[in-house]
């Protein structure tokens, strides 16, 4: 049986991981920097209070990945199936992020805070997004069907549609501009 390798306080820089392979393993308080990670392969690898800053993790094979306290700042990260991740513990957050056709499909995100991001036709289906922060985003065409927005905060995004009736969205909140985000079902106009 092989051992998977133990990293800790390490920086990477630069590195591209596209043609030679991400290494398995378990990555701890480590920094990725302006790394290539497009449709890479990171099945079983543990990322454990990680930071990914400018790095493009596009269309990357995260099947039973566990990202735990991890923080995305300025990263490109389309099509990325979260939905498949390793689900004890997740936790991360986005910062200026792109993170189009990424789909977060029955995830528990409870607090988790997206500031300053793209999120294009994102999968929220079934997700709990209670308490999240929408902070500055573009959500157009995102799917948000059976799930929990409870005191979830999209005063600042826009772009959105959310059918009040195939969401719980007690106590979430929305500026008065917003609000036709929550009526477009309803093919209103309102002036």
């Not at 493009?56 to 990263?75: G, H």
């Amino acid at each position: 049986m092989t051992m998977s390798a133990y990293t800790t306080d390490e920086e990477f820089t630069g590195l591209d991981y596209t043609a030679s392979g991400f290494p398995k393993g378990e990555y701890e308080n480590c920094t990725f920097r302006n790394c290539m990670f497009s449709g890479t392969d990171l099945s079983g690898v543990i990322f454990l209070e990680c930071e990914f800053d400018g790095c493009d993790l596009s269309n990357a094979i995260i099947k039973n990945t566990s990202i735990k306290d991890v923080r995305f700042r300025n990263c490109k990260l389309l099509g990325l199936r979260f939905d498949q991740c390793a689900s004890l513990l997740l936790a991360f957050s986005f910062e200026q992020c792109v993170l189009n056709f990424s789909s977060f499909y029955k995830l528990k995100l409870k607090g988790t805070a997206f500031n300053g991001c793209q999120l294009q036709e994102v999968e929220f289906v079934e997700a709990d997004l209670s308490q999240a922060s929408f902070h500055d985003c573009d959500l157009t065409r995102a799917i948000f069907e059976q799930s929990i927005l409870e005191g979830a905060d999209f005063r600042t995004a826009w772009n959105f549609s959310i059918d009040p009736e195939m969401n719980r969205i007690r106590r979430a909140r929305f500026s008065a501009t917003g609000i036709l985000g929550l009526l477009d079902k309803h093919d209103i106009v309102v002036e």
